[in-house]
């Protein structure tokens, strides 16, 4: 993982056609389009990785973990119609890259995440790159009940269902974007809180993230 914060014009160019290659695949908000444009994504690798920064895809960062593909977080972030001050709780902070870029479109983002040794380490980066998140450690499948209902909540790791906890922990009108199948394959859901006791249910593309682990998952 980098320490040094350098953001030159190589790394500033491989910013511009990342957004371009977003652009031709589809990713047409302009918030989330300039988000991916601004956040320096080579900050989270290793110095000796950086010409692999601005590739879409996603990358190995420890712990049987990754930094997800930029196509995902821009796809992801897109399906939350963030607004300016939205209550956000992000399950699984991992790298924090898309910590960032929620806090870009201007969320106020409570992230959460299970692995000592990533947490550790993002509590750690994210503020020097001038990010202040709220950061938690703990089982992210249960949500962080203390500080809801949440206006937007996003699982970044793949589920076996969509955890009941978390569906409660939503606001009237939230919205709920998590991948969920198997352990090799999910469809990305979209859930919608409609009223107290329903919810509107969309099923959208086919991903591949890391397990969600906890007491609501796997």
Known sequence: MAYKFVDNY????????????????GITDE?????????????????TFWNQAYKDIAFPIGDGQTISQPYTVAYQTELLHIQKGD???????????????LMEVGAKVYTIERQPNIYNHTL???????????????????????????DKIIVTAGAPFVPEILLKQLKIGGILVIPVGDEKTQKMITVIRVNENDFDRIELDTFRFVPLVGDQAW
């Open 10 to 25: 190589r790394e500033q160019g491989g910013r511009k056609k990342l957004v371009a290659l977003l652009k031709d695949r």
């Open 31 to 47: 918030k989330v389009l300039k988000a991916i444009g601004k956040v320096p994504r080579h900050f989270f690798f290793d110095e």
């Open 87 to 101: 209550k956000v709780l992000e399950i699984g902070t991992g790298s924090g890259y898309q910590t960032c870029i």
């Open 124 to 150: 750690k980066v994210l503020p020097g790159m001038g990010y202040k998140a709220n950061f938690f450690l703990g089982d992210g499948s249960k949500g962080i009940e203390e500080y809801a209902p949440y």
